[in-house]
């Protein structure tokens, strides 16, 4: 099976943009789950979505969300991107809600 | 809610030498637990997991974890490293309801 998939893998944006990731599962995997890396914070937990739900939700502001499609896939969204934003955005996918695996990610870069 | 603590940020290790990176975690419920890696500009690899069963687990690249109920506890260990196991290297735990939440990390460095 293809792993899970992240596009673009990298991202240049100006503060006060807004930027879509995008994130493919693994076949027959219906709960997807974003998470922000940075060397200061290390991984944080964005938030969950299964079957087109959100699930879970970590502790970030609503600049952040997501949503799901009916194929699986996510998409993330950040509006008026702000210098701290700037992160590795790894997104996971799990089949039985106790393992997730874990695309390449998306570096995102505000300036 | 769960946490997890990796009491080593670095470890540096001559090659062929044994290693052990240390993980505890404090949960009030069952908890599954997992090791992955990553290596620079890359995203995490699952390296082992303990589900249920048999409390000791192994990778296929010689690691292996036990865990340990009464000491909370899941340490890596592997008998003889290799320069490419140089990495980073993340506890995490998770509940019934996919809630993981990761340690800070271990940076293994291999030194020849």
């Known amino acids: 099976k293809a792993g899970v998939t992240q596009t673009p893998r990298y991202l240049i944006k100006t503060r006060g943009q807004q930027v879509t990731l995008s994130c493919s599962p693994i076949?027959?995997?219906?709960?997807v789950s974003w998470y922000q890396q940075t060397p200061g914070q290390g991984l944080q937990f964005l938030f969950e979505y299964f079957s087109e739900t959100q699930r879970n939700k970590g502790n970030f502001p609503g600049r952040f969300s997501g949503r799901q499609f009916s194929n699986s896939r996510s998409e993330m969204n950040v509006s008026t991107l702000e210098l701290g934003d700037s992160a590795l955005y790894l997104c996971?996918?799990?089949?039985?809600?106790?393992?997730?695996?874990f695309g390449p990610g998306t570096r995102l870069t505000v300036l | 809610a769960q946490s997890v603590t990796q009491l080593d940020s670095q470890v540096p290790v001559f090659e062929e030498a044994p290693v052990e990176l240390r993980c505890n975690y404090s949960?009030?419920?069952?908890?599954?637990l997992f090791w992955y890696v990553q290596y620079p500009n890359q995203g995490l690899q699952l390296l082992l997991k303990y589900l249920s069963g048999s409390t000791l687990v192994e990778s296929i690249n010689g690691f292996e974890a036990e865990f340990n109920k009464s000491q909370t506890s899941f340490h890596l260990r592997k008998p003889s490293v290799h320069i490419s196991d140089t990495a980073e290297y993340f506890c995490?735990?998770?509940?019934?309801?996919?809630?993981?939440?990761f340690g800070a990390g271990t940076r293994l460095t291999v030194k020849p």
């Open positions: 949960s009030s419920v069952s908890v599954y």
């Open positions: 076949s027959g995997h219906r709960s």
């Open positions: 996971a996918s799990s089949f039985d809600r106790y393992t997730q695996y």
């Open positions: 995490a735990v998770s509940d019934n309801n996919n809630d993981m939440r």
